[in-house]
């Protein structure tokens, strides 16, 4: 199995198991993050709204993702199927389009979420970082 794939299989099962449901429950009590954008997406073969925590970076026109696993990922195989998404920030929601940007520098991008450890963080999970832009509508 290659590194890339061992990352991409142990970040999904941590994302899972630990990191989703302890974001989802903080965000219940009211304690959230400038850093955590929620994503929702329509489910490529379900067509059902799926809804996911990242790290993210909102300006007046929309906001950037970065997703590690690039298109590997769930909800980046959603959004190459359907463009159209939702995020809330804050505890606004917004539409939008999100499009890949893969000239988009990926490291440099991370460090705007949080800054070096954020990006450190981030450059430790991933196996094929892809840059993603959400237009607001």
């Known amino acids: 199995m290659s590194d890339g794939l061992r990352k991409f299989k142990f970040e999904r099962q941590l994302g899972r198991l630990v990191m989703n449901p302890v974001v989802a429950t903080?965000?219940?009590?009211?304690?959230?993050?400038?850093?955590?954008?929620?994503?929702?997406?329509?489910g490529a073969k379900t067509g059902l709204a799926r809804r996911v925590p990242l790290a993210g970076r909102a300006d007046e026109n929309g906001v950037w993702v970065i997703s590690q696993h690039g298109r590997r990922a769930g909800w980046a195989h959603n959004i190459a199927v359907h463009p159209e998404v939702r995020v809330r920030v804050n505890d606004q929601w917004r539409t939008g389009t999100a499009t890949f940007e893969p000239e988009d520098d990926v490291r440099s991008r991370a460090r705007t979420f949080g800054g070096t450890a954020t990006a450190l963080t981030m450059r430790a999970m991933e196996s094929d970082p892809i840059s993603v832009r959400i237009t607001y509508r």
């Open 26 to 42: 903080l965000d219940k009590l009211g304690v959230r993050s400038r850093l955590i954008v929620e994503l929702e997406t329509t």
